[in-house]
């Protein structure tokens, strides 16, 4: 598997942006962690990193649903209307059981919804999901 160009940690709990952090790390997935703590400062982030045709563009962004500011929801009402190219792939990561939160993220191109804590089994099997190498098993 390469390395991504960069991972994009959106979520207001520390602990959980560390822990994140601490398995991409452990998994050599990318050199460059980029961490928002709402999706304001998501789309602040993405705005430097992903100039037109610009290769630092996060290839995977990690996003939580329940946060401050701007939520996970309202992130994705902002984003896709626009989203980068290449592509991003949007996983969410969150505790929400909520029908409302679950109804509402089903009608955004979400590449999946993965219930927090992430583990190295979640992240394993994200990785080979989504950014498997071409003709890989």
């Known amino acids: 598997m390469n390395k991504l160009s960069s991972v994009l940690l959106v979520d207001d709990d520390p602990t959980t942006n560390f822990v994140s952090e601490h398995l991409l790390r452990a998994l050599g997935v990318t050199e460059h962690i980029l961490v928002a703590h709402n999706g304001e400062e998501a789309l602040a982030q993405l705005a430097r990193a992903c100039p037109p045709l610009g290769p630092a563009c996060p290839a995977l962004i990690l996003l939580d649903v329940n946060m401050p500011v701007m939520s996970g929801i ?32 089903a009608g955004f191109p979400v590449a999946e919804v993965i219930t927090k804590p992430l583990t190295l089994g979640k992240l394993e099997a994200l990785m080979q999901q989504h950014f498997r190498a071409p003709g890989a098993g």
């Open 74 to 105: 309202e992130f994705l009402e902002a984003y896709y209307p626009q989203p980068p190219s290449p592509p991003t792939v949007v996983v969410v990561l969150t505790t929400t059981t909520h029908p409302g939160d679950l109804a509402r993220l």
